[in-house]
């Protein structure tokens, strides 16, 4: 495939995602890799876009360099996105309650803390990403099991085998002092995502690098 080819079906899948105002987005493809510019004007849209591109058959990779401008009548103060962060990973049931702190500047959020599950970690981002105001978001979170279980590289390599979306003879595992490393190839950004997951899953591991090339 060209990269006319590629540009092409990366900006048709970005004109037909309805959550994504793509009027401001510029798309540049070279060799597999895209590179998304331009504008949106929430963070959560600049998140769609780069989902919907990691979709499109053909992409290795993605430069994220869209820039997130806030409409006039979302520019929050700091304190009142600070607290409604606060308010919104407190009703989630699944972030344990004061493990996560939250600062902001600028719209850009920062979480820090501590959980157990990097589905935590997950969640307390996933809920804060879409509040008006964020213009990003820094992922501090630590994950840090209260188990401290065993035979970490065999129960990834077992949970890659069950994946039906992952051909897991093609991943390498890694693993030292509960510390993960997925490398190898896989055929699409979906794939890669799986097999991160069901690194992550396993009880014990505290970090996972995926080093997973694409294509």
Do not use: C
């Amino acid at each position: 495939m060209s990269d006319t080819e590629l540009r092409d079906r990366v900006l048709k899948a970005l004109a037909f995602e309805p959550s994504v105002e793509d009027e401001h987005i510029g798309v540049v493809a070279e060799g597999g890799v895209v590179t998304l510019t331009g504008h949106v004007s929430t963070f959560a849209q600049k998140l769609a876009a780069e989902d919907v591109v990691q979709r499109v058959r053909g992409v290795r990779g993605i430069a994220q360099e869209i820039e997130v401008r806030r409409a006039a009548d979302k520019q929050l103060a700091d304190d009142q996105i600070a607290a409604r962060a606060l308010n919104i990973i407190a009703w989630d049931s699944t972030i344990p309650d004061r493990k996560v702190q939250v600062t902001v500047n600028k719209g850009w959020v920062t979480l820090n803390g501590t959980v157990e599950w990097f589905f935590q970690r997950q969640a307390a981002e996933h809920a804060v990403h879409k509040l008006s105001g964020v213009t990003g978001i820094s992922n501090l979170i630590e994950v840090i099991p209260v188990v401290q279980a065993g035979d970490i590289k065999r129960k990834i390599e077992e949970a890659l085998l069950r994946s039906a979306l992952v051909e897991a003879q093609r991943v390498e595992v890694s693993v030292q002092d509960h510390k993960v490393v997925l490398s190898g190839r896989v055929n699409s950004w979906v794939e890669r995502g799986a097999a991160e997951r069901a690194a992550w899953a396993v009880p014990g591991v505290v970090d996972v690098q995926d080093k997973l090339a694409v294509g």
